[in-house]
């Protein structure tokens, strides 16, 4: 019988599609996200009585001004998706063209846009970011355009070497043959045939942006007006969450932000391997 | 005698050739320090806000007169490419500025912090570089295994897993709870017993978050190396499959990883900082969230600068290690 238990254990976990359990776990806190009005109990900036344990009315009790922190968590879904996507569209993007033209044209474009790029690469992008969120005391917008202007080199660097092996391949060949022009070259020969290596990367990136914005929400450099996982754990660790023990304040959006980048990259490790890309290096 | 004059000859070409793609390289670092350091001397000077406040910090709290004639002494109303020359002067002289908040000059705090956090970072980087890749490269050599399956999950879990988050969990369980390890950092005081009481728990936490990382880029990185023609070639061979996989693949999976290494160092260091957040630890982590707390910009852009000579500094050594281990690596 354990044995027969065994076997199936094995054969479940062998059949089981990592890219499934993580496109079903991303999917869960998009609905989240979308439906936030219908699914929350309450608005987050509505006020109960403060520092409440979980209850029956408040599941996951009351942070120190009232809100409650279920509501918090719910809409604060919408908010770093909103900043993980926006960002992530930006920096790939950006990563696109520049490893497109530089992989294409190479020569002196290649040189340019390639030291331009690993310079970006060697710059320390938490700290920097980090100067500019207390200079500015951005909104939440800036946030996301600063995080996917500096997000964009890993991809630009997968990009130009995808296309570094395509631009020779017979296909290419004979459209320039034709006469076809580069730009037309480029959209409709060379960029559908590396999106396999922009998707798992977009992934990716939406992952990693995500995890920076909760980094920085958490020094407190976050948008006040736009209640974040990363806003919620700094004024759990800032108002006493931590040392009285209220465990329901901080975990949650902990381990809501651990779920989410889990399962961004588990699709995009899941694809990479599937295609066999090593992160950003030829 | 023609033997040797023809080595000597290949050995010319060989060295101007590997001299020219040093050049390349180090030019890239100069201008990586260049634009970095000149990022700094722009970002306060032509962000919204008074630059005299985003040059010394929030709090300062100075008379108008003295305003003004701090204003002269910084240079602040002289012609902007007379600041920016004075500027370049003062960083080949290490002076980074002064810290109103901690009362000293920027640099001095600084070298008084780094060495904690760097005893923190070091010895992580090297149990996770050696558990990362003995794993990572098992895991990718059987990656159809169960247990090859079920080890990647798991690391890729505290791979999602912010360091700040991490720490907070284990600081609630092994010292709030169990009364393990202590609550607060570490001061100053006590012997090398005490240090390692204090350092354990971080050092484990950024292991682990490290580890993570390893695993996941060595896996990959088999993964695509196990293919290749040679690999096939050793076992016809008759090497046995561990022969296979710690002779022939592993130096070659492992290059990546050493990149990887360098070029993400400043993404590992700003881990480091934030388990030293929630630990309360004295190196650059809490300077840094104190100086954001009480803006104190000077000690944000010295922090940023040092970070950043360390992340080229990083490069360069990996460049000489990959020139080591892989002497066909030259332009890549």
């Known amino acids: ?282 | 005698m023609s033997e040797k004059r023809r080595t000597s000859i290949f050995h010319k070409i060989n060295s101007r050739d590997s001299m020219k793609i040093n050049l390349k390289k180090v030019g890239r670092y100069l201008a990586a320090i260049f634009i970095i350091f000149s990022l700094n001397f722009f970002i306060p000077r032509f962000m919204p806000g008074d630059p005299v406040t985003n040059l010394l910090g929030e709090d300062v709290i100075i008379t108008e007169e003295a305003l003004h004639e701090l204003k002269a002494k910084m240079g602040l109303d002289k012609p902007l490419y007379f600041q920016y020359l004075d500027y370049w002067n003062n960083v080949f002289h290490f002076d980074f500025g002064y810290s109103y908040h901690f009362k000293g000059t920027v640099t001095s705090i600084l070298l008084s912090r780094i060495k904690w956090t760097l005893l923190l970072l070091i010895p992580s980087i090297f149990l996770s570089a050696i558990f990362g890749s003995l794993f990572g490269s098992l895991s990718g050599w059987k990656s159809s295994k169960v247990s090859s399956k079920s080890l990647t999950l798991i690391e890729l879990a505290f791979y999602s897993t912010p360091t700040f988050f991490l720490s907070l969990l284990t600081l609630y369980i092994f010292s709030f709870k169990l009364g393990l390890f202590p609550i607060k950092g570490f001061y100053n005081s006590g012997g090398i017993l005490d240090i390692l009481h204090h350092f354990f728990l971080p050092v484990c936490i950024m292991t682990l978050f490290l580890t993570s990382r390893n695993y996941m880029i060595m896996r990959g990185s088999v993964i695509q190396e196990k293919s290749k023609l040679y690999v096939v070639y050793a076992k016809a061979k008759g090497l046995s499959e561990n022969q296979v996989l710690f002779r022939h693949i592993f130096k070659n999976a492992s290059l990546p990883l050493l990149t990887l290494l360098a070029l993400d160092f400043g993404f590992i260091l700003s881990g480091a900082l934030f388990i030293e957040i929630i630990f309360s630890m004295n190196g650059m982590g809490n300077l840094i969230y104190e100086a954001i707390l009480s803006r104190d910009y000077p000690i944000l852009y010295g922090s940023f600068m040092i970070i950043s000579i360390m992340v080229i500094f990083a490069n360069a050594f990996v460049d000489i290690i990959y020139s080591l281990i892989d002497p066909r690596i030259g332009d890549r």
């Open chain 1, 1 to 282: 019988m354990t044995h027969h238990l065994e076997e199936m254990k094995k054969y479940v976990i062998e059949k089981t599609n990592l890219n499934f359990v993580g496109i079903s776990l991303f999917l869960v806190f998009l609905i989240l996200s979308l439906f936030a009005e219908f699914i929350s109990p309450y608005s987050p900036w509505d006020r109960f009585e403060p520092y409440s344990s979980p209850s029956a009315t408040h599941i996951l009790g009351t942070n120190d001004i009232g809100n409650d922190i279920l509501s918090e968590l719910i809409y604060g879904t919408r908010v770093s998706l909103i900043v993980g996507f926006g960002a992530s569209m930006i920096a790939t993007l950006l990563g696109i063209i520049i490893g497109l033209l530089s992989g294409y044209y190479r020569g002196l474009t290649d040189e340019i846009l390639m030291a331009i790029t690993d310079i970006f690469l060697m710059i320390p992008r938490i700290p920097l970011i980090i100067i500019l969120a207390a200079l500015l005391r951005p909104s939440f917008w800036i946030i996301m355009l600063l995080i996917g202007f500096l997000w964009w080199p890993t991809t630009a660097r997968v990009v130009r070497s995808s296309t570094l092996q395509l631009r020779d391949a017979s296909f290419v060949l004979s459209s320039k043959s034709i006469g076809f022009s580069d730009n037309k070259i480029l959209l409709s020969d060379i960029l559908p045939n590396i999106v396999y290596v922009i998707i798992p990367k977009f992934m990716l990136t939406i992952a990693s942006a995500m995890f920076s914005e909760a980094s920085i929400s958490f020094l407190g450099l976050g948008d006040p007006s736009m209640k974040s996982w990363g806003m919620m754990l700094n004024f759990a660790f800032m108002k006493g969450g931590l040392i009285n023990e209220m465990w329901w304040w901080y975990l949650p959006p902990g381990f809501c932000i651990v779920a989410v980048v889990f399962s961004l990259m588990l699709i995009g490790f899941s694809l990479e391997e599937k295609e066999n890309i090593v992160m950003g290096l030829e």
